[in-house]
């Protein structure tokens, strides 16, 4: 079993639906990041939090530290929108493991 | 500041040659990653440095592979020989302080490395 789950594995949805995907970790913390990762390759540090919630444009992360749950909400989703989004966790002992990561693709 | 950028952005390579692929961190950063990304895997650590030194190399998969980082503006990752299976692509990534991506983390584009 992975330490870092995310779901779903793929998602897709209708342009202007609110989009949540979500990652699960099985061991503390320091820190969680979410990624997105384009088509062509190019990855991008969307948020880091270790509590509470950030929010960025139409994206907002939230974290739960004593469920050991974050998640990443799209509102309004669009079709560029669609994008490997993968969480991370920079575990207490310092190292940093990744999520499978969730296929999102926002149909017009 | 151009971002973290590595090359080449292809490589195709013969199985038993020898491949290098190199990153110049943002201007600033002390700390740089290096990650491999298969399907079968996902995202992985490789090895990361802080002030040019090598801190944890832990997710070097073996001998084969070695990295360095001669000054704070360059780093290489050598596969020497390189094997069909170590076709993935590599990224690249720097912070400005910290171990890990306790700070907000800055990817190259990534090499896609093909072993044939």
């Known amino acids: 079993k992975n330490e870092v789950e995310q779901s779903p594995q793929n998602l897709t949805a209708q342009e202007g639906e609110f989009i949540t995907i979500n990652c699960s970790y099985s061991?503390?913390?320091?820190?969680l990041h979410w990624l997105q990762q384009h088509p062509g390759g190019g990855i991008v540090s969307l948020f880091m939090l270790s509590s509470g919630k950030k929010k960025h444009g139409r994206l907002i992360a939230t974290i739960n530290i004593q469920e050991k749950h974050s998640s990443l909400h799209i509102t309004a989703s669009h079709p560029r929108d669609s994008a490997v989004y993968i969480c991370?966790?920079?575990?207490?002992?310092?190292?940093?493991?990744f999520g499978k990561g969730t296929k999102l693709s926002v149909k017009p | 500041d151009a971002g973290v950028i590595q090359s080449p952005r292809h490589e195709v390579t013969e199985m038993g040659q020898e491949v290098t692929l190199r990153c110049k961190p943002i201007s600033g950063h002390n700390s740089l990653f290096w990650y491999r990304q298969t399907m079968m895997r996902g995202l992985e650590l490789l090895i990361y440095f802080n002030n040019n030194v090598p801190i944890d190399d832990s997710g070097m998969p073996e001998d084969r592979f070695s990295a360095k980082m001669p000054n704070a503006s360059f780093s290489t990752l050598k596969i020497q020989p390189s094997e069909p299976r170590d076709s993935a692509v590599y990224f690249c990534?720097?912070?400005?302080?910290?171990?890990?991506?306790?700070?907000?983390?800055?990817f190259g584009q990534g090499t896609r490395l093909t072993v044939v």
């Open positions: 061991v503390g913390i320091s820190a």
């Open positions: 990534a720097s912070t400005p302080i910290g171990k890990n991506l306790n700070t907000e983390a800055f």
């Open positions: 991370a966790a920079t575990l207490d002992q310092g190292n940093l493991i």
